[in-house]
């Protein structure tokens, strides 16, 4: 319990130290004129630019690149709600891909890279033993790193649409908290003080409560049998 709250606490002062010099540095550099045009850019696709940000999402996500930055990016051009949106569907979509490809044309090649893992064969008893609550567990949790877990799901017994309704679920708190510090980041640039503090009081207790769900859902697939 003790190394569950040191831990708990490091992650939340790693936020806040990410928090404050994201706020520093929107204040000291021309942030403001780079996001108005890249926004500009972006809103001038209509809505078509959000269909674009998914499906680069999603590409992303099946070509295994980190979307840490396509996270926050989202955060800062569409704003905390509609960011959240955009990715969730963006990463879901990857995920699905990733999932198919696994179970068709690239079955061989990701049955060999998960051939001498433990972990997922952890992974896939457990699915078989409780089905998509593992694949919903693993998505609150970050066990596994998400572009590699999307294609090890697709060897497992999980169904296709069990899956992809755990991952759309699973995803959003820790997607909703890194679009939070990328909204956060672009009312550093132009927001009072009062409310730039406010932003940040709840970017960090986005972060928290992420934190906090992920640590549960560890627990959880622990019992499962999945270390």
């Known amino acids: 319990m003790r190394s569950w709250k040191r831990s708990t606490i490091l992650k939340a002062g790693a936020a806040v130290a990410l928090l404050v010099a994201l706020a520093v540095l929107y204040r000291v550099l021309p942030v403001a004129v780079w996001l108005t045009t890249f926004r500009e850019w ?7 630019g959000y269909v674009v940000y998914a499906i680069v999402y999603a590409l992303c996500v099946v070509f295994f690149i980190p979307g840490s930055i396509l996270t926050l990016g989202a955060g800062l051009i569409f704003g905390l ?3 959240t949106i955009v990715v969730v569907i963006g990463a879901t979509t990857g995920a699905a891909l990733a999932f198919l490809l696994a179970r068709t044309v690239l079955r061989h090649r990701v049955e060999s890279m998960t051939a001498n ?12 033993a409780e089905g998509t609550k593992i694949v919903l567990l693993v998505r609150l949790a970050l066990v596994f790193p998400f572009t590699y877990v999307n294609y090890a799901f697709g060897l497992t017994g999980v169904r296709f ?13 820790g997607t909703f908290a890194f679009v939070y510090i990328g909204a ?18 709840g970017a960090v207790l986005a972060v928290v409560v992420s934190v906090l769900v992920g640590r549960i859902a560890t627990k959880a697939i622990r019992e499962a049998g999945v270390d």
């Not at 809103?43 to 078509?48: E, P, S, T, V």
């Not at 649409?161 to 708190?173: E, F, H, K, S």
């Not at 956060?184 to 009081?201: D, G, M, S």
Request: net charge positive; proline share 4%; glycine share 8%.
């Open 42 to 48: 972006v809103r001038g696709l209509g809505a078509f």
């Open 81 to 83: 709600a509609r960011g």
């Open 161 to 173: 649409a069990p899956y992809v309704l755990a991952t759309l679920i699973g995803i959003i708190p």
């Open 184 to 201: 956060l980041a672009n009312e550093a640039a132009t927001a009072n003080r009062a409310r730039l503090i406010v932003y940040i009081t």
């Open 117 to 128: 893992n433990a972990k997922f064969r952890a992974l896939d008893r457990a699915i078989a």
